[in-house]
Each structure stands twice: as C-alpha cells, then as structure tokens.
Nanobody, 118 residues
Framework: QVQLVESGGGSVQPGGSLGLSCTASGSIWNIKSMGWYRQAPGKQRELVAS???????DYADSVKGRFTISRDNAKNTVYLQMNSLNPEDTAVYYC????????????WGQGTQVTVSS
C-alpha cells in the first residue's frame, strides 16, 4: 500500500500561482507513475498531469504551458506548480499513484482545495 499526503493549495486571484506537493510513503518501490487529478463541483475527476519514475511527463491540454509537474525522488515527493491560474482551475486537487503493471491509479491523497477567484 502507498500512502499519499498532500499539502499546498488555497485561494488565489486570477493570474496568480500556487504550488502543491505530495509525499508518498509505504510501498513506494511499486510506484510506476504519479499524477495530479482535479474535480470541480458537478464535474468528473480529470487527470491534470502525470510523471513517471523515469521523469516523463504528460499534461491535460487545459493546463499545458501553465502547470508543471516535477518530482524529488530523494524526498518521495511530487510537486505541481500552477501558474496563470483562472477560475476554471478551481477544484479539489488529488495526488494519485499508479502501481507497476497496472493501468489505474490505485492510491489517492485526501485532496486539497484550490480556489481561483477575484
């Protein structure tokens, strides 16, 4: 089992920046990739960004050029830097881990609220 603890988030005005972090513990040796999902009220949860153990990244079209996912393997931590935020980015953001040999993210953090509002 992998445990994920998120930090960061909060409220910011449009155009502002926020950073999220997610620290993994437990069976971290079994992690293939980590991702950040978000879920806005009344909408489905969507994958925002992901990063593999090898450092390959992928982003949703809606955040490309504004969000950056990175990882510090020594700290077992993944980061999401969010710039040029707009109200459509308002959501609960979740960290997730995908085990080796699976297609699904099976471990989830508790979620952290990001609110973009003037």
């Amino acid at each position: 089992q992998v445990q994920l603890v998120e930090s960061g988030g909060g409220s910011v005005q449009p155009g502002g920046s926020l950073g999220l972090s997610c620290t993994a513990s437990g069976s971290i040796w079994n992690i293939k990739s980590m991702g950040w999902y978000r879920q806005a009220p009344g909408k489905q949860r969507e994958l925002v960004a992901s990063i593999t153990t090898g450092g390959s990244t992928d982003y949703a079209d809606s955040v490309k050029g504004r969000f950056t996912i990175s990882r510090d393997n020594a700290k077992n931590t993944v980061y999401l830097q969010m710039n040029s935020l707009n109200p459509e980015d308002t959501a609960v953001y979740y960290c997730a881990a995908r085990p080796i040999g699976t297609a699904d993210y099976g471990s989830w953090g508790q979620g952290t609220q990001v609110t973009v509002s003037s």
